[in-house]
T-cell receptor, first 113, second 115 residues
Framework: NAGVTQTPKFRVLKTGQSMTLLCAQD?????MYWYRQDPGMGLRLIHY???????AKGEVPDGYNVSRLKKQNFLLGLESAAPSQTSVYFC????????????FGDGTRLSIL | GESVGLHLPTLSVQEGDNSIINCAYS??????FIWYKQESGKGPQFIID?????DKRQGQRVTVLLNKTVKHLSLQIAATQPGDSAVYFC??????????????FGQGTILTVHP
């Protein structure tokens, strides 16, 4: 009954460091998404994937890379972290069929000093 | 000075009252709408959805109303409970085969329920 699991839950980085956020879903969903959420703002789409081996840019992709080597996993990478990337990151997944809700993980809280 | 988007709309109600949360959406071609609830420290949780060929849908204690003429969506919560206190987001999905389920989210409304 796990749904969407994100690791780590919290992380503090120094400017210029790199890291990878992991998202895993056990619902056999085809679509997966990475969002960032900043105070007082709605969720903004960073990158998404419509299937294993595919990725595409969302609304705010700069400074991030993603990979989907396995259907159940979607990785978000920061190659050189910047303070502007301090945010809460959410992963979501959904079925490929039309008009299906996205299901979210509980987020990764990332601070860049 | 203050920046747009830092202050979310708020709604305060007494326990047992009905709550109505409103959302104006932007794309007249959107064909699918969702309401999410987000509690502190958690991810958004699906509440209810509605397709554009409907104007009302009911769930357990919740009702979503869609008015496509004025591009307005509302969430009604009956007999509001303290556990309903959270931020509520509406989301819309554009029509078309290349949307890939992508959603556009509103800023959210903070609902506070007083015992």
């Amino acid at each position: 009954n796990a749904g969407v699991t994100q690791t780590p839950k919290f992380r503090v980085l120094k400017t210029g460091q790199s890291m990878t956020l992991l998202c895993a879903q056990d619902m056999n969903h085809e679509y997966m998404y990475w969002y960032r959420q900043d105070p007082g703002m709605g969720l903004r789409l960073i990158h998404y994937s419509v299937g294993e081996g595919t990725t595409a840019k969302g609304e705010v992709p700069d400074g991030y890379n993603v990979s989907r080597l396995k259907k159940q996993n979607f990785l978000l990478g920061l190659e050189s972290a910047a303070p502007s990337q301090t945010s809460v990151y959410f992963c979501a997944s959904s079925y490929r069929a039309d008009n299906q809700p996205q299901h979210f993980g509980d987020g990764t809280r990332l601070s860049i000093l | 000075g203050e920046s747009v988007g830092l202050h979310l709309p708020t709604l305060s109600v007494q326990e047992g009252d009905n709550s109505i949360i409103n959302c104006a959406y932007s794309n007249s071609a959107s064909d699918y709408f969702i309401w999410y609830k987000q509690e502190s420290g958690k991810g958004p949780q699906f509440i209810i959805d509605i397709r554009s060929n409907m104007d009302k849908r009911q769930g357990q204690r919740v009702t979503v109303l869609l008015n496509k003429t004025v591009k307005h969506l509302s969430l009604q919560i009956a007999a509001t409970q303290p556990g309903d206190s959270a931020v509520y987001f509406c989301a819309e999905k554009g029509a078309g085969g290349t949307s890939y389920g992508k959603l556009t989210f509103g800023q959210g409304t903070i609902l506070t329920v007083h015992p």
